[in-house]
């Protein structure tokens, strides 16, 4: 990860704007939907675990949704954690810093893989990169030269896709995952088809991508609703859909949990949730939310996540990521 992070210990009085918390009982946690059913298990079995504790309220948005909310300041109305999909970026801690959240904690809990996923009832894809940025780009290269793009079906792409209109459903800007899909597909398709610069990520407007803003129910709509449609989301939400979805393959590799734990599987990531320092001496149950969280029996392997499509952290991976956690170890960007 491209910053540095520097270990303090929080202060024991918290800032007298975050002293209206205490009247807030419940922890407040919004973000990104791949981590939306994770962190719903964990909120479900704290709740009925730790009796002292209200069962923390879970919502989505994105992860730069959430990553928003988390960042407007400190105090009752804004909330404890952002869930998300990618590493918080440096524009995103400066503006917790202008609004005083100066005390943001990184929790890597896991890994998951973004896959392309269909109705089972269609055609069976084995994609690359390259075939994906060729059906998704504004412009490619066709005969050496840069045109709009021509292809209205992955046939015509390449002849040993199904013979069916292209129609891509992909997160849009405010999901961690468009990231993760722009880095780990289109930016290596885009280079074998010897383009690079913003001819990357600019995408065809005909209508053949639809771009979801929306949680991986609305990407599942779509493919109920447009029956060529190829839906891009992650591993664990397909993993919930199997008995209506089929997975394509990406440079020969289907993706699972072993595939991703591997490394074989191309397109994965790790998984964040951000943790507020100010709220943690305020809201109760927030740092032992955390370290349940991070617990071998919630989130490890043969853990209800696991069930649940997260391919978990190793022992020494877990094992650090509570030690920051408990050192209250800051984010302080690059």
């Known amino acids: ?38 962190a719903s298990i964990v909120a479900e079995e704290f709740g009925n675990s730790m009796a002292q504790f209200s069962t923390p309220v879970v919502g989505s948005g994105g992860s730069g949704g959430g990553l928003r909310q988390f960042c407007q300041g400190v105090g009752e109305n804004t909330i404890d954690i952002a869930n998300s ?13 202008a609004n005083g959240v100066n005390e943001v904690l990184e929790v890597m809990f896991g890994y998951d893989g973004i896959v392309f996923a269909s109705r089972a009832d269609r055609g069976a894809f084995a994609l690359t990169p390259g075939h994906v940025f060729a059906a998704a780009a504004r412009q490619v290269t066709v005969d050496g030269e840069v ?19 292209i129609v891509l459903v992909i997160p849009a800007s405010n999901h961690g995952t468009r990231e993760v899909f722009e880095e780990k597909v289109l930016d ?34 779509r493919l109920d609703a ?3 449609a190829v839906g891009v989301f992650g591993l664990s939400f397909y993993d919930q859909n199997r008995d209506r979805l089929q997975v394509a393959t990406v440079d020969g590799v289907t993706p699972s949990l072993e595939t991703i734990g591997s490394g074989e599987y191309p397109v994965s990531r790790p998984l964040f949730f951000y943790v507020k320092g100010e709220h943690l001496d305020v ?25 649940a499509g997260l391919i ?23």
């Open 312 to 334: 978990p952290l190793d022992d020494d991976e877990r094992a650090e990521a509570l030690a920051q956690f408990q050192a209250r170890t800051l984010v302080t960007g690059e």
């Open 226 to 228: 447009q029956a060529d």
């Open 147 to 165: 045109v709009d793009n021509p292809y209205t079906r992955w046939s015509e792409i390449d002849a040993e896709l199904p013979d069916q209109e």
């Open 1 to 38: 990860m491209n910053r540095i992070i520097k270990t303090t210990a929080i202060a024991a009085a918290v800032m007298g704007s975050v002293s209206v918390a205490q009247a807030r009982e419940t922890i407040q946690i919004a973000g990104s939907s791949t981590v939306l059913p994770f």
């Open 283 to 307: 809201i109760p149950g927030l740092a032992e939310y955390t370290e349940f969280f991070l617990n071998e029996m919630v989130s490890g392997y043969g853990s209800p996540l696991e069930d």
């Open 85 to 97: 999909s990618r590493a918080i970026r440096n524009g995103e801690l400066e503006n917790c810093q």
């Open 188 to 221: 290596p398709g885009c280079d074998s088809l010897g383009m690079d610069g913003d001819a990357c990520h600019s995408l065809r407007g005909d209508g053949r991508i639809i771009e979801i803003a929306g949680d991986y129910t609305e990407t599942l709509a």
